[in-house]
């Protein structure tokens, strides 16, 4: 069974940036996208940006989009999160999920989560 601790979270002015980073262990076949999730207070969770491990595909929503990059380092099994140009409204808890699917930002395909990490954008 595949884990996935997250790191990089923290307290941003708006305009800052971070780099969420994403650790993995116990991988299997099922488990080729990599994906970034946020869920603010009393929203449903979403998907931001999604990763294709073997041929580096990638998804981002597009409230995210020309602002955050996703890119992985299989050699170090590390999957980051770049942010730039933070917004009050990116201020969520972002997770980390791993799984298959076509659908890359369903969270309904992805069957391994992280605890998560909180960020806050400061206005």
């Known amino acids: 069974e595949v884990q996935l601790v997250e790191s990089g979270g923290g307290l941003v002015q708006a305009g800052g940036s971070l780099r969420l980073s994403c650790t993995l262990s116990?991988?299997?076949?099922?488990?080729?996208?990599i994906g970034w999730f946020r869920q603010a207070p009393g929203k449903e969770r979403e998907g931001v940006s999604c990763?294709?491990?073997?041929?580096?595909?990638?998804y981002y929503a597009r409230s995210v989009k020309g602002r955050f990059t996703i890119s992985r380092d299989n050699a170090r099994n590390m999957v980051y999160l770049q942010m730039n140009s933070l917004k009050p409204e990116d201020t969520a808890v972002y997770y980390c999920?791993?799984?298959?699917?076509?659908?890359?930002?369903?969270?309904?395909?992805?069957?391994?989560w992280g605890q998560g990490t909180q960020v806050t954008v400061s206005s």
């Open positions: 999920a791993a799984g298959g699917g076509s659908d890359y930002p369903n969270p309904n395909q992805y069957g391994s």
């Open positions: 116990g991988f299997g076949f099922d488990d080729w996208k």
């Open positions: 990763i294709n491990i073997i041929d580096g595909s990638t």
